[in-house]
């Protein structure tokens, strides 16, 4: 059977565009609910009085929801540049995998851990979660870059733990840093590939 040279390059093209289609569909959704205003906002946000009344659709939405434009636009952009940066390490179901990995450990350890947070909403939690994944991801693969990416994502997780949030990203966000959801969505994150690497394993013993 032969493959003509244009099917070649098609099926080339198509790998970056899968590569890519799940980050590129997060930070649509974000914009998109950005346009619902504040109505949309309060019906959207993490809540933890409406979480435990019942809204649990919250526990998903909250993440895409922001403080406004600004915040959506920054989160948004960072996403842009860990798509770019992460590819490599990421593979489309991943992306999928860590969004809900992440989400519900931010969701978890804010009503859990973090009960005088009365609501939350933003992307930047489960960004870390990519970030982390990634990371882990790299180590397991024993890709050089992925010491880099794990040295730089547990400084920056350290400063925020032990000094605050980063300058300027309150003031561009239009308002505080959770700075809880980025260790929380780091370390759902970080259970995704561990997650698989124990089943393959596990699969490989029996």
């Known amino acids: 059977m032969t493959v003509s040279s244009s099917n070649r390059t098609e099926s080339a093209a198509a790998g970056p565009l899968r590569a890519y289609a799940a980050p590129a569909a997060i930070g649509a959704l974000a914009a998109l609910t950005e346009l619902g205003g504040e109505p949309l906002r309060q ?86 979660g990519y970030w982390a994944a990634a990371s882990v991801n790299g180590l397991i693969r024993r890709r050089p870059e992925a010491l880099a990416l794990t040295a730089l994502i547990l400084v920056k997780l350290g400063y925020e733990t032990f000094v605050g949030s980063v300058p300027l990203t309150g003031e561009i966000a239009a308002g505080p840093v959770v700075t809880e959801a980025h260790a929380f969505g780091a370390a759902g994150g970080a259970l995704w590939p561990l997650a698989v690497l124990a089943i393959r394993r596990l699969r490989r013993s029996l």
Request: aromatic fraction near 10%.
């Open 43 to 128: 019906l959207f946000r993490y809540d933890r009085a409406a979480v435990a009344g019942g809204e649990l659709w919250r526990l998903l939405t909250g993440h895409l929801e922001h403080l406004g434009p600004s915040h959506m636009v920054m989160n948004v952009i960072a996403l842009s540049v860990l798509a770019f940066v992460l590819g490599p390490l990421l593979k489309p179901r991943d992306w999928i995998a860590v969004s809900l990995s992440s989400a519900l450990a931010i969701d978890a350890g804010l009503y859990w851990l973090n009960p005088s947070i009365a609501w939350y909403v933003g992307l930047s939690g489960v960004l870390h």
